[in-house]
């Protein structure tokens, strides 16, 4: 039995075309959506771009949509996510030179550049992971989305999701090992 989509009470609407119903559902799922393509592709003006598209495909699903058979945010995910690959297998690696400001102003200033050197080698290590073991671990780390859901997102088993999450976390190690050892000493 499918669990039930929080999102339904907004489908009749977006069948119906009211704009109204799309942007509530853009008020709840926009961040979610952004979140996924900056992970997987570095880029801000992209991540936007990817959540355009997404939100456009369900636009122009919606009045064909069939409940039960995944719920609206898990589609989106998976739009958005399948979105990601396709653009990175089009243009290869991105690369970005952003870093966000930290939250906590009360840092010293060395455990700021620490700061940010650590999240430099872990964007780092994350754009040279395969794409989808780089979408396997946005969408359980940076999602926090259930293995089930995960897998359902890439279209592979569970079992299989589980091996590609597994390379990704082999693989993010062995990336961020000089960093552990440089920390060490």
């Known amino acids: 039995m499918s669990k039930p989509d929080?999102?339904?009470?907004?489908?009749?609407?977006?069948?119906?075309?009211?704009?109204?119903?799309l942007a509530r559902l853009m008020d709840r799922h926009l961040k979610t959506v952004t979140a996924i393509g900056y992970y997987m592709l570095g880029d801000a003006s992209l991540a936007e771009d990817?959540?355009?598209?997404?939100?456009?495909?369900?636009?122009?699903?919606?009045?064909?949509?069939?409940?039960?058979?995944?719920?609206?945010?898990?589609w989106m995910r998976r739009v958005a996510t399948n979105d990601c690959l396709d653009r990175l297998r089009k243009k290869g690696p991105?690369?970005?030179?952003?870093?966000?400001?930290?939250?906590?102003?009360?840092q010293t200033a060395l455990e700021e550049l620490e700061?940010?050197?650590?999240?430099k080698a872990v964007k780092s290590a994350?754009?040279?992971?395969?794409?989808?073991q780089r979408a396997a671990i946005t969408l359980s780390y940076y999602q926090q989305v259930s293995q089930k859901d995960?897998?359902?997102?890439?279209?592979?088993?569970?079992?299989?999701?589980?091996?590609?999450l597994?390379?990704?976390?082999?693989?993010?190690?062995a990336a961020l090992s000089p960093l552990v050892e440089r920390e060490s000493i």
């Open 94 to 106: 991105i690369y970005s030179d952003y870093v966000p400001d930290a939250a906590d102003n009360q």
């Open 126 to 132: 994350l754009a040279g992971l395969p794409a989808t």
């Open 50 to 74: 990817v959540a355009q598209s997404t939100f456009l495909k369900l636009w122009q699903t919606a009045p064909k949509w069939k409940p039960g058979k995944a719920t609206i945010l898990t």
């Open 150 to 164: 995960g897998a359902e997102i890439l279209g592979q088993s569970i079992k299989a999701y589980e091996s590609l």
């Open 166 to 173: 597994s390379r990704a976390r082999i693989n993010l190690k």
């Open 115 to 119: 700061k940010v050197d650590t999240i």
């Open 6 to 21: 929080p999102d339904n009470d907004l489908l009749p609407g977006l069948r119906d075309g009211d704009e109204t119903a």
